[in-house]
């Protein structure tokens, strides 16, 4: 029997336990830590700009060509578009949970080259974006100017230019974007009585500015071939693209033959820096901001991209200008810190509850060693298990963990009360005992382990979300009970051999006084169980009651996926009315923010006037605010 090789030889079985605690260890510090399993359906979003459009024409032109060819793509479950006042399109592919999101963004990709020529010219010259996106929502970073100095044009620039990049190198934050489009440009404002008057229209003035707003390469001075030796080769150096509103004003829009009537840009309209696009008007607790929204990268440590993303801003900071700051306005990685370390301290206490048990019905130190030891090399094992099948730290696999404790031990306690039993009933010393009582008891600690594993592997096999967010769930249980059931085939039985001494005479005090209590019990139960037995009737109305009172349970109590938690953050959906101008959502949704700020829990209001939350595009009519509670240990009144 492969028991008896490891009691007769203890350092084999030693060694193999310290091998699989090691590998539990260094698997713990490469697992990802989350809230819940990637339970959310691979995304792909494609994104394009029709500038001056409305809603419908987006949608026609742009929104439906693009639709009909991605339509069917491998693995597809359904996809979402919005198109918005603002000439913003948003198309969201959403595949099954298997899917490779690199291999989905190819798909999509190709089939978006598909629809390029049915596509507006102005769309195809701005561009059409595929990126993979998560949904997970990691953190809000703003930057602010605290004294005013710096307006909205700034702080976007700069936040684009010397932050976002940098944000993006973190590991697991490469799907970071500024809220809105920062992107500086040079606006053209037109007079139209006064292009009207010189018989000037728009797309004259667009081909003037693209025909003289060029870079162009013209060569080099004594470049080879040459009529006679040269010493020396000089680049032509040109004037590059326009920089200022002064050389925008002065492009030459038509002139005569003999160019003394020269009309220019600057005697129909003007020229003026400002941004791209005045979609959105952010603000932190009143003061201008710009956003930088950071979603998780699939399988990612959502706590080390926060605690790196923290680290490198401090590093950015560092180098600001004198009147920008910046805050995490909003970290969703609090909550999952604090559930993570609540759910630790449960671990540890569990732990110590069981050993306390054991140790009370046992009454032997050396006895209580050895399931302690099978405890921790079974859950310190299961991170290798997580590891091979590429699950992550979070609530329900230290869930799973926190019952596997109650189990995992029994194994260990199986084998130890039948060996102190062969010692005390027929006098053999401790190796001869566990000889004998693995005979007795190898074939049941395998069986046992297998009810088990067969009562929890079956939830692996459940489809859809809910399948996915219980099977971590399940396997890791499974994981644990099967190393258990090794240890108690090795490391168990080769401790009990050298731990386990004979007991002298019944203990008195305390524990003779619970085993007398424990013996009492056993009694009165048995005496009921016997009783039962004859009255087997009264066994099965009181079965039928218990069925009845859970089915009245399952209608009363009340269901959701998940349960609601604080989380330390809130989402406020401001909607006005269809037509509503920015300057009015602006205002509403400040107006709401200062309402949560009067509040003694909020910490920090981001108000974002003309994003909708609800789907993620830009409008007129809409604005969102993240409200950002303080901190959990600051709220401990309800």
Not at 586 to 611: C, K, M, N, R
């Amino acid at each position: 029997m492969i028991s008896h090789v490891f009691i007769k030889r203890p350092v084999l079985a030693s060694v193999l336990s310290i091998i699989v605690v090691l590998a539990g260890l260094v698997s713990l510090g490469a697992l990802p830590i989350t809230q819940y399993p990637e339970i959310t359906p691979v995304q792909v979003t494609v994104s394009a700009s029709y500038p001056g459009a409305d809603a419908e024409t987006v949608a026609n032109s742009v929104a439906a060509p693009i639709e009909t060819k991605i339509n069917g793509v491998d693995n597809m479950l359904y996809m979402q578009s919005t198109s918005s006042a603002t000439g913003q399109m948003t198309l969201t592919v959403f595949f099954d949970i298997d899917t490779d999101p690199d291999t989905a963004e190819v798909q999509v990709n190709n089939r978006v080259n598909q629809a390029l020529p049915e596509l507006p010219e102005v769309v195809r010259s701005a561009g059409v974006t595929v990126a993979k996106r998560s949904s997970s929502f990691l953190m809000l970073i703003g930057i602010y100017s605290p004294d005013g100095k710096f307006d909205e044009a700034y702080i976007g620039n700069y936040a684009n230019l010397y932050v976002l990049d940098e944000i993006k190198r973190v590991q697991g934050a490469n799907q970071a974007q500024i809220m809105g489009l920062p992107d500086l440009a040079m606006r053209l404002w037109l007079e139209p009585d006064r292009m009207a008057g010189l018989g000037l229209t728009a797309s004259d003035i667009q081909q003037a500015v693209s025909s003289q707003n060029q870079q162009f390469g013209v060569g080099s001075l004594g470049q080879s071939p040459t009529t006679e030796p040269v010493d020396m080769t000089f680049p032509v150096v040109t004037q590059g693209r326009f920089s200022t509103a002064e050389e925008f004003d002065n492009i030459i829009l038509r002139a005569d033959a003999k160019g003394t009537a020269i009309v220019r840009l600057k005697d129909v309209g003007k020229a003026e820096e400002g941004l791209k696009a005045y979609m959105l008007r952010s603000t932190l607790n009143g003061q201008p901001a710009t956003f930088i929204a950071v979603y998780q990268q699939p399988g990612s440590n959502a706590v080390a991209v926060s605690e790196g993303l923290r680290e490198l801003m401090e590093r950015l900071k560092q180098n600001f200008p004198e009147g920008l700051d910046y805050t995490v306005s909003l970290d969703t990685t609090k909550f999952v810190q604090a559930s993570i370390d609540e759910v630790t301290e449960t671990l540890i206490v569990a732990i110590i509850l069981v050993v306390l048990v054991t140790y009370l019905f046992l009454q032997s130190v050396n006895a209580t060693v050895i399931p302690t030891l099978a405890i921790l090399v079974s859950v310190i094992g299961t991170f290798v298990g997580m590891m091979a099948l590429g699950f992550s730290i979070n609530l329900l696999t230290l869930f799973g963990l926190v019952l596997a404790i109650g189990i995992v031990c029994d194994d260990a306690i199986v084998v130890v009360e039948n060996v102190e039993r062969n010692m005390e009933e027929k006098g053999l010393s401790p190796k001869d005992a566990t000889l004998l009582a693995m005979n007795e008891v190898t074939g049941p600690v395998i069986a046992t382990s297998l009810v088990l594993i067969a009562v929890f592997v079956p939830v692996a096999f459940m489809g859809g979300t809910t399948g996915v967010l219980y099977k971590q769930f399940a396997i890791t249980i499974a994981i644990s009970v099967a190393i258990s059931s090794f240890v108690a085939l090795t490391l168990t039985p080769a401790m009990a051999a050298i731990l386990l001494k004979p007991r002298g005479a019944p203990p008195g005090g305390f524990f003779g006084w619970f085993n007398r209590f424990v013996d009492g019990a056993t009694h009165y139960y048995s005496s009921g169980v016997s009783a039962m037995i004859r009255g087997r009737w009264i066994a099965l109305i009181m079965l039928a009651a218990m069925f009845y009172g859970i089915v009245v349970l399952f209608k009363t109590i009340h269901g959701s996926f998940v349960p609601p938690e604080d989380q330390g953050f809130l989402f406020a959906a401001v909607i006005l009315p269809d037509g509503a101008s920015l300057d009015r959502s602006e205002a509403l949704t400040q107006q709401a923010a200062d309402i949560f700020l009067e509040h003694p829990a909020v910490q920090d209001a981001s108000v974002l006037g003309g994003y909708s939350l609800l789907d993620g595009q830009f409008k007129t009519n809409s604005g969102t605010v993240f409200v950002a509670l303080k901190d959990f240990s600051e709220r401990d009144t309800p």
